[in-house]
């Protein structure tokens, strides 16, 4: 029997075909899936993808942006095209990173990083780096957290403390199969990730992305999130960030985007969604692609002379 595919296929969900594909290598050897998009010699924009999912998440910017931008993506390891791995750790997540920068990016080029939910951690645990230090001129951070996750998740409609936390922790680190996509499981995942007003071809992408990924890989981050603690490498992302959250993010809620808009060293800008969920760049994408074209306008492409005006 075949097995289905882990994406919608047509649509503006539809993951494009990249130009190229590589395979980075991280410092432990762990092997990285690794698409590019658009002209090798157009502003660079790297897309780190969140918790259980893949390069397809980011589908529509990808479209959006290739025309006139290099798009690197990548699949976090365990998840999309990355083998399996059991080093997860906020580390590992950051060796990642520097390691698809070194490979998908010419010496001295430099990109905007965007990074959503686990992929915002990932750019967080990678700021002190040097190598990230060195190839990125700015970041966004969408729906996204350094610490107190599963404590400041709403998902399940309890008061917050120590009850809530524990069952939490037993949901999101749970082994049990998540599949198949039907109304059931539809409903679900926009409980969980998305607003109330997400459209039906929105679920549909997002949980055809979520359900494919391998459940061990999904226990296994799930505990390591539980207990991440990058505070201290908030304040190590000195390059320009923009923060974005949905205002009804039951897994990310609105506190942790106010919390490091706070606490970031360089954050031009706060962005606070009413009425959309965790899945911003599915829920939002043209205002996510935006965010994205602004920092590369400002921070990558040559000041416009007067003469060139």
């Not at 502003?43 to 993808?49: D, I, K, S, T």
């Not at 390069?55 to 999309?80: C, K, N, S």
């Not at 403390?161 to 198949?180: D, E, K, N, Q």
């Not at 074209?293 to 060139?308: C, F, I, K, M, N």
Request: glycine share 10%; net charge positive.
């Amino acid at each position: 029997m075949s097995r289905p595919t882990p994406h919608v296929t047509s649509g503006p969900y539809a993951p494009p075909v990249p130009v190229r594909e590589l395979t980075a290598r991280s410092a432990d050897g762990a092997r990285l899936h690794v698409e590019l998009h658009g002209p090798e010699d157009a502003p660079a924009v790297v897309l780190a993808h969140g918790w259980t999912c893949s390069t397809a998440f980011w589908a529509a910017q990808i479209r959006a942006l290739a025309a006139d931008h290099r798009v690197v993506a990548y699949d976090q390891r365990g998840h999309g095209r990355s083998p399996a791995d059991p080093r997860c750790s906020a580390e590992a997540l950051a060796d990642d990173l520097e390691a698809v920068l070194a490979t998908a990016l010419a010496p001295g080029r430099r990109a905007v990083v965007a990074g959503h939910s686990m992929g915002g951690m990932t750019v967080m645990a990678a700021a002190g780096r040097d190598g990230f230090r060195e190839r990125t001129a700015a970041a966004l951070l969408c729906s996204t957290g350094s610490g107190r996750l599963v404590a400041e998740s709403t998902v399940l409609p309890l008061r917050p403390g120590r009850l809530r936390t524990a069952l939490t922790g037993r949901v999101l680190g749970s082994r049990a199969p998540m599949g198949p996509v039907n109304p059931v499981g539809r409903a679900v995942l926009k409980y969980a990730t998305m607003g109330p007003g997400a459209a039906p071809h929105m679920v549909e992408a997002g949980a055809r992305i979520v359900f494919a990924c391998p459940r061990g890989a999904r226990a296994a981050w799930s505990h390591t999130l539980a207990t991440l603690d990058l505070d201290a490498a908030v304040r190590e992302l000195r390059v320009p960030t923009v923060v974005v959250a949905g205002g009804r993010d039951r897994l990310t809620p609105p506190v942790h985007a106010h919390a490091l808009a706070a606490a970031l060293p360089h954050c031009t800008g706060l962005v606070e969604l009413p009425g959309v969920g965790h899945m911003t760049p599915v829920e939002v994408p043209d205002l996510v692609t935006e965010q994205i074209r602004a920092l590369v306008d400002t921070h990558l492409r040559p000041a416009r002379t007067e003469e060139s005006a």
